[in-house]
Each structure stands twice: as structure tokens, then as C-alpha cells.
């Protein structure tokens, strides 16, 4: 009876496992926004070659960077593409590579034959264009959302506190950072041809945008050109990485504490 229950139990944790690590995997690759330029290109022209170039090295180069920039003008120099692709950081290579996969086709649905466009999932960006965009600064608004209200002014200033310190230095790690308040959390990110500098003001915007639209919110999401900011209550939200780490040691941890039991 003992095998029984052990066997059943190990089960049932891999099982909650597996449900957990799909849903953070599906939330990855969830549609923030995208936006597509009004021009577009003439099908098989030397565009659409150099465009389709890019994109082959970003599903490639993403399984061995979270981030790259490209310039692509195989078929003919005069109709140049540049491009930028980007995972946030905490995502391993291969849920990288994953996302940045799956934005592809994404992309070309929503923009079909646009000259210009950008996608933004969950946990990837990718932007292609044929203007100098790469290494400009851009806190254009891009997306915005407020969560709820806060359901106290406890929460408010927890969030407060969580964005604060996204806007501090000490946050950053490269271009990506994380806040933690109570039970408030936050995550800001710059795309990665930003210099510090840059970076830094891009987030400050970010995070003073945010903070006065969203501020009396339980969540919110600003998004700028290069740049975003968000924070959220709990752990509904959390990251897939860390998410999936913390889930495997529960499950060898209960395993064992259920076998030494036997």
C-alpha cells in the first residue's frame, strides 16, 4: 500500500509540474502588442529576401543569445533590413529560442508585408525596419495597461515601493531588473542596444509613466520603444525560469520526504 502511494503521489507532483511548467510556457508567448508601418514591400521583391534572411538569423542566433542585432542586405544592398530580437533575461536559451520562433510567424500574420514592424510577446521582442533604429534612443509610447484598483492603500504603496526600485541603480543587472515589495512585484527591461546611460533614462521615463497612470493599480504594464516597466501583486505572474526551478525542487523534495516515510 505504501509502493502504492508513493507511485500515485509521484505522479500526481509530475503531473502538477507539467501543468505548471505548460501554463508559464503559454504565458511566455502571450501577444502584448504589436505595430506595423502603413508601407509595404512588393512580394519576392529583394526586400522580402533580405527580410525572410533576418528572420532565419534571428530563429537561429536565438538559441544562442537572448539578444542580437542584424543587418541583412543578401539579395540587394539598396533594399537594406535591420533588426533586433530580444528574450528577457532570465529565460533559458532553448524557452529563448522558443519565443522568438514563435513571434516569427506571428509577425508576419499581423503585418504582412509591412516594411517596418515590432512584436512584443511576454517574454520576447523582436523589431525589423529599414530606417536606423538600432542604438536610437525611443520612449515613444508603445503599450499601456492598468490593472484594478489596489484594494488598499497598503497595496499602493507597496507597488510604489516596487517601482522605486526598478528606478534605482542598484536594480540593474545589464539591461533587466527586478523589484520586490511585500507581495508587489516588478520588472523592467531595456532592449539591449541601449547604452547605460540610455538604458537608465528610458526606465526612469518608464517607471514615472507607469507609477502615474498605474499607480493605483494592483498591476500595470508600460511599454516604450526601447524599453518597458511592470509590476503585479502575487505570484499569478511569475517568471518560468524560476518558476519551473522552484517547482522541481518541491517535487524531489515531497518525493523524498514520501520514500523516506516508507
Known sequence: ??????????????????????????????LVYAACSNLQYDPNSPYQSNLDSLLTSFANAAALSTYS????????????VLGIYQCRSDLSLPDCASC???????LSALCPSATAATLQLRACYVRYGNDSFIGRPDTSLAFKRCGPAATSDHSATLSDMALSS??????????????????????AQCVGDLSPEDCGACLAHAVGQLRAACGESESGDMYLGKCYARFWSGDGDDFSSAHRRSLYRALWLLLGLVAASI
Open 1 to 30: 500500500m505504501k509502493i502504492y502511494s508513493l507511485s500515485y503521489l509521484s505522479l500526481l507532483l509530475l503531473h502538477c509540474l507539467l501543468l505548471s511548467t505548460a501554463a508559464a510556457s503559454s504565458d511566455d508567448s502571450t
Open 69 to 80: 542585432n542584424f543587418s541583412s542586405s543578401f539579395a540587394a544592398s539598396a533594399a537594406p
Open 100 to 106: 522568438v520562433r514563435s513571434a516569427i510567424p506571428q
Open 166 to 187: 526598478l528606478a534605482s541603480p542598484g536594480a540593474a543587472v545589464g539591461p533587466f531588473r527586478l523589484g520586490v515589495a511585500g507581495q508587489v512585484r516588478g520588472a
